[in-house]
């Protein structure tokens, strides 16, 4: 990692940030581990959810909130996570989210049935919220210029990149089966990972607040709560529980709360308040241009990886191991384009963004074609073309879209930029599994399309998803 300076890069520190705030490279290395890992998190229990399965006896419901959990209590409390950060003291709450994140993901692994680790993912997924936005705003407030495109480009590196090694090391955890603890090791790796990331925060991350603390608008974060919570729980458990009457009744609720956010949140900054996500931050035309293409983008990232999971295990029959290492392409060639994007976008701006999704649907049509014909006797070396053009589709799009939405967003509202960004994020990966995770199970039932069919029209509309956000991407504006 280069510096503008003659200092060394672990010394290095930022001109024209506040003093006591600059990040250095060692503090940047560190924040960005913390990143890591709630994100891998989030991906880590697809591979292993035969194997919890078979252990916990769970149903298919509970199987699904065992991932489901985790995902909405992030959603819900992230940005709320950015605004304490603003208030408290980013490094406090980077420190807190992290401790309670090793001490929840201790509680995940010691886990004796199904409800305890639904209950322990919940409170992980709250501490993910509390440690994530504090990345992103520590990065806004601790440098300036070409050294904070290029660390947001490796923000958006770390979260893509995150995505595929939590199921590569989720696959090869269960695969080990260390001393006979089954799926466990996917929880207690954080423990020694937090308390070591833990060390080098309290020595590494500065300190930053924001100059004029926004204070908590309670009635926006309670609005937020219940628009995100009446969409997520019922795409994710109604299909598994069969649609009674209470989820039906919470789609209802979805509009009706989001018309009231939106009403509370203008009424309080046009009063002088201070709203939980200010309308004026969502005018700024990087956010709401680069927001537009993030929901379609990450609803189609975290279907793909949870569909192609499942796949693997259930439709071709991959060991996790083997369904692990079916990523490795796509890793590679991912961490590869996400090293050289920061140089792409400095010599063709926004146009990286839609070549990212001309190759990822490029890329999909590709895996599609070339798992069909070979069914069910399918290599991992027949998907890896597939996969190295969706490694570059997503390494040219991911990294890149972080620095358009937050090029524009001012140092004193880095935690609520943050905030909105990883909750969209978070709540379209979500809303991508609930979606095409649904209809992938549905559609593969027996008596229906089976594995092979159903697995092709998912990808295939993932395809078209991908187009979309190439034509919607022509309107960012340049990061430049």
Request: hydrophobic share 55%; aromatic share 8%; proline share 6%.
């Amino acid at each position: 990692m280069t510096t503008s300076t003659t200092a060394p890069a672990s010394a290095a520190v930022v001109s024209g940030a506040p003093a006591g705030t600059a990040l250095t490279s060692a503090g940047l290395v560190t924040v960005l581990l913390g990143a890591a890992l709630p994100i891998i998190d989030f991906f880590i229990v697809n591979v292993a959810l035969p194997t919890i399965d078979a252990d916990l006896h769970a149903s298919t419901a509970t199987l699904e909130l065992v991932v489901a959990a985790y995902g909405i209590a992030y959603a819900v409390l992230l940005v709320l996570g950015g605004r304490l950060g603003d208030t408290f003291g980013r490094r406090r709450l980077f420190l807190l989210g992290l401790a309670l994140f090793t001490v929840t993901s201790l509680a995940c692994g010691l886990a004796p049935d199904a409800g305890t680790l639904v209950l322990a993912r919940a409170a992980q997924g709250a501490a993910s919220a509390m440690l994530l936005p504090q990345v992103l705003s520590i990065i806004q407030a601790g440098t300036t210029g070409e050294r904070r495109s290029r660390a947001l480009g490796l923000y958006g590196a770390t979260g893509g990149i995150s995505t595929v090694v939590g199921q590569l090391l989720g696959g090869a955890l269960v695969a080990a089966d260390l001393w006979g603890s089954s799926w466990r090791p996917i929880f207690l790796v954080n423990v020694p990972i937090g308390i070591a990331g833990l060390l080098l925060a309290r020595r590494t991350v500065p300190d930053s607040r924001a100059a004029n603390p926004l204070g908590v608008d309670r009635w926006g974060t309670t609005l937020l709560a219940v628009a995100l919570l009446s969409l997520l729980i019922p795409l994710m458990e109604g299909r598994a529980l069969g649609w009674p009457w209470w989820t039906v009744a919470l789609l209802v609720l979805f509009p009706f709360a989001v018309y009231g956010f939106a009403r509370v949140e203008t009424r309080l900054e046009r009063a002088g308040g201070t709203p939980l996500l200010p309308p004026t931050l969502l005018r700024t035309a990087s956010v709401r241009h680069g927001l537009t293409v993030a929901v379609p983008y990450f609803c189609g990232f975290g279907s793909f990886m949870f569909v192609y999971a499942v796949t693997l295990q259930n439709g071709l029959h991959f060991g996790p191991l083997e369904a692990g290492l079916a990523l490795t392409p796509m890793a590679v060639t991912y961490f590869a384009t996400s090293l050289v994007s920061s140089h792409l976008v400095a010599r063709f701006g926004r146009r990286v963004v839609p070549v990212g999704g001309g190759m990822l649907a490029l890329g999909l049509a590709v895996l599609a074609g070339s798992a069909l014909p070979a069914w069910p006797d399918v290599s991992m070396w027949q998907l890896a073309p597939g996969m190295v053009l969706i490694g570059i589709g997503n390494g040219l799009i991911m990294s890149t879209l972080f620095r358009v939405v937050l090029s524009r967003v001012p140092s004193d509202l880095a935690g609520v930029g943050g905030g909105v960004l990883t909750t969209t994020q978070q709540t379209s990966l979500a809303l991508g599994i609930a979606v095409f995770g649904s209809l992938f199970a549905s559609l593969s039932l027996p008596g229906s399309m089976g594995f092979d069919g159903a697995f092709v029209l998912v990808i295939g509309l993932l395809a078209v998803l991908a187009i979309l956000v190439s034509g919607l991407a022509r309107k960012l504006p340049d990061p430049r």
